[in-house]
């Protein structure tokens, strides 16, 4: 049977107006598609066989905004319902690839430079060869910046090891995969940011760097997923999460800071964490430009739980304070609750401040 394509044409490497032109359907399949904004329903393939799983399929169809984004996937721009990959791949199969999280503020790459050595240095760590130059991936991303005429969002940047047989073997996949999705993200809600958040102590050890060096930030998150899931079991948004010798690492998808005496420490790369451009932007910027040190440090979890202020930083969270940390069984049961403080620390508030007016200014580092 032909297969359908809507973009067929490779995008230029040229101005976005032509992509855009290259990426719209030609002929809409139906006015709701016509119309970009229309959601429809994702069809739930496997016929229901009963009253009740009827109902659960029906709640697990998931809405897609049927056109929007325009996304980059291998070559071509393609809409939101049509972007997509091979089930042979091994990103798919394996979650054998690496990945980027980029924010933009004001139409520019949020330490562009920062996250391109990144994403080279891990595909490099995993052996997979990105088959397209630095400089086409960042025009990659102005790409669909323009298509999507996003100025504020956030990229999600995906190299997968490709398409290849059904065995581990990545020598069988010939050609990595690239894909390049803008749009927008919340981690928290709204109100988490001034007020602070509780989160849990994950029982679930943070994977060891012998095993799977945190510092790549590969497709494989399942380790933090699992991690989070302790966190939803008890209702809370997220998890700090201890090394096998019980050192405070990161969050499921963040970096940790606590506040002592006026002075800013968050744990070593050793400790088993992602080297997070947030946090590498508040050790390094942030903090020495409103007066404070910041220094790397192993971090027990009493030394968290009696900080002055504890925050988490990441490119979706950005800067967000922690108020209470609980811990707890591994039974259901909370076995201790520590207050931090009662909204987010003054610190914390001053930091999260200059780096909204940073992120709202017209002087975004892509550097
Ligand atoms: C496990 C983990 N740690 C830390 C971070 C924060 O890193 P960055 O500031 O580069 O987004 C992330 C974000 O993706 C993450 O997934």
Redesign the pocket.
Known sequence: MKTKTIARKPVRTGKGSSAVRAARPAKPASRAQANGKAKIQARVVAKPVSKAAKVAARSAAVPIDADLPIIYVNGQMLPKSKAMISVYDHGLLYGDGVFE?IRVYQGKIFKCKQHMDRLYHCADQIRLKIPVTRERMVQIQRECIEANKLNDGYIRLVVTRGFGTLGLDPRRCPTAGVICILDQIRLFPKEAYEAGMRVIVARRPKTPIACLD?RI?SLNYLN?ILAKCEAIDFGCDEVIMLNLDGEVT??????IFIVKDGRLYTPPADAG??E????GFVMRELAPALGYSCTERTLRLEDVLTADEVFL????AEIIGVTQIDQHDGNGKITRSTRISDSEGPITRALRLRFREIATSNSVPEE
């Open positions: 999280g945190p930030k933090n990161e969050g499921s998808g963040d970096n964490i992602l997070g451009v947030t946090r930083t990441g490119t979706a």
